[in-house]
């Protein structure tokens, strides 16, 4: 694969306890303790929507806002790409229960927002966006496999793309062999490395190879999460790493080199 570059514009984050990237740079950089609780809020629906939406959109939508923001785009104006490994287990497992309990009670909203692409749905009709937005899943490689598809996409000519990677906690039967531990969201804004504007810039290569252990205070603190795998390159983002090697599956490794600008 050739290398693919892109400007980071914009960096949203969620994690127990440290619910903006500023909560997460100071905590990876002093050792600031965490907060208390809280949950995050998906400010672009409206009221009802908000009060309806699942964890698993919630954070995807509140990263996602947060990225445009600090980049000064508007969402409406981004193609995007959600990753996640899971879903909604929760959704999921009570899909699974009802089921084989009783089909007949089967609540429609949460049918609504048990498929993969259900935080996709939410940002592009609460956005009012009209560009393409694209759901993955790839296990442990999902992140990996986002920012490819971001990437990519810059190559294709889009001048900017959202990128957006959440999973939540797992709930009943299905923890035994789908195990994620709590709620964790990032986002980042991409855009084609014109050379000329300020920002920090990556450089991503495919190549062989096993990702090593992450060892980052984000990467220590969200390692239960299905979504850990994409920390490592937020501890570096947060403070000022050069090079992170994040799993893509399949015995490859996504190498990301970052120049600080």
Not at 103 to 111: N, V
């Amino acid at each position: 694969m050739s290398t693919l570059v892109a400007r980071i514009e914009g960096i949203g984050f969620w994690l127990d306890g440290l619910p903006t990237w500023a909560d997460a740079v100071s905590h990876a950089t002093t050792g600031t303790p965490v907060a208390e609780g809280g949950k995050p809020v998906p400010r672009l629906l409206a009221p009802n929507e908000r009060r309806r939406a699942p964890p698993s959109v919630a954070v995807a939508l509140d990263v996602a806002q947060a990225a445009c923001e600090a980049a000064g785009r508007a969402p409406a104006d981004l193609p995007s790409v959600f990753a996640s490994t899971h879903g909604d287990l929760g959704i999921t497992d009570y899909m699974c229960a009802t089921l084989a309990s009783d089909p007949r009670a089967l609540s429609p909203t949460r049918f609504h927002n048990s498929v993969h692409n259900a935080a996709a749905g939410y940002w592009t009709i609460g956005a009012g966006c009209l560009h393409p937005a694209t759901a993955l899943s790839a296990h442990r490689a999902s992140f990996a496999q986002g920012l490819i598809e971001a990437l990519v996409q810059l190559v294709c000519g889009d001048p900017a793309v959202l990128l957006v990677a959440y999973d939540t906690s797992d709930v009943g039967p299905l923890g035994q062999i789908s195990h994620s531990e709590g709620l964790l969201g990032a986002a980042l804004v991409l855009s084609a490395d014109s050379g000329d504007a300020a920002g920090t810039r990556l450089r991503a290569t495919l190549t062989e190879g096993s990702a090593p252990a992450a060892h980052g205070a984000l990467a220590r603190r969200g390692a239960g999460n299905a979504m850990a795998p994409m920390l490592p390159l937020f501890d570096a983002l947060a403070t000022g790493g050069d090079l992170v090697v994040l799993d893509a599956g399949a015995g490859r490794v996504l190498r990301v080199e970052l120049a600080h600008g």
